[in-house]
């Protein structure tokens, strides 16, 4: 498999990027650039969590009602969510519905929270930003699924009350919130 396709455009990207608009949209203004702020990564925290086992394609068409569900991932908000709202979510076929991955969205809220008098979210991710490297990986197959620094964000997360966020989530949390440039050599987007 290659490691870039060639656009309609003309540009060269990540070859995953090509396969659907909402990939390449996605791969082109979000996925490697810089998210700060506790409201943006709690949101690409909680939807990392949820892609586990599923396509992220799923996900990023879902993304919308996700943040309508999870009160724009108001992490105050999200926190006060009782049995209730999680049967309300259940029974909410815009997302996905899936008991574990709801109740571990309320549990991280009311980690982020309580991370505030720590510093909060945004000091405790970007705390494990890799240097970074020399120059891109040259293939998707190089590009790895764990890190020593993803797997050290997971921990200190777990540390912090959070769940879901094992050491191949965080990498990918990691990945689309910019704290490390996988996109290969010869893609034309420039990483923050």
Not at 104 to 130: E, F, I, K, M
């Amino acid at each position: 498999m290659t490691s870039l396709v060639v656009g309609d455009d003309g540009l060269a990207r990540c070859a995953w990027a090509g396969s659907t608009p909402d990939y390449t949209a996605y791969h082109d203004a979000e996925w490697g650039q810089q998210v700060r702020g506790e409201r943006a990564l709690f949101e690409r925290i909680t939807l990392e969590a949820f892609q586990s086992g599923l396509s992220w394609l799923t996900i990023l068409r879902k993304r919308e009602a996700f943040r309508t569900a999870f009160a724009g991932f108001d992490a105050d908000v999200v926190a006060r969510f009782d049995d209730d709202d999680v049967a309300r979510l259940m029974a909410d076929a815009a997302i996905v519905r899936n008991h574990a991955k709801i109740r571990a969205a309320v549990t991280n809220a009311r980690a982020v929270v309580d991370l505030r008098a720590d510093g909060g979210l945004d000091a405790l991710v970007w705390a494990y930003q890799p240097a970074r490297r020399p120059r891109r990986l040259p293939a998707l197959s190089d590009v790895p699924a764990v890190t020593p620094e993803s797997t050290a964000l997971s921990k200190a997360l777990k540390r912090k009350g959070f769940v879901f966020v094992g050491p191949t989530t965080a990498y990918a949390a990691m990945q689309a919130c910019g704290l490390v440039d996988d996109h290969v050599e010869g893609c034309h987007v420039t990483a923050a």
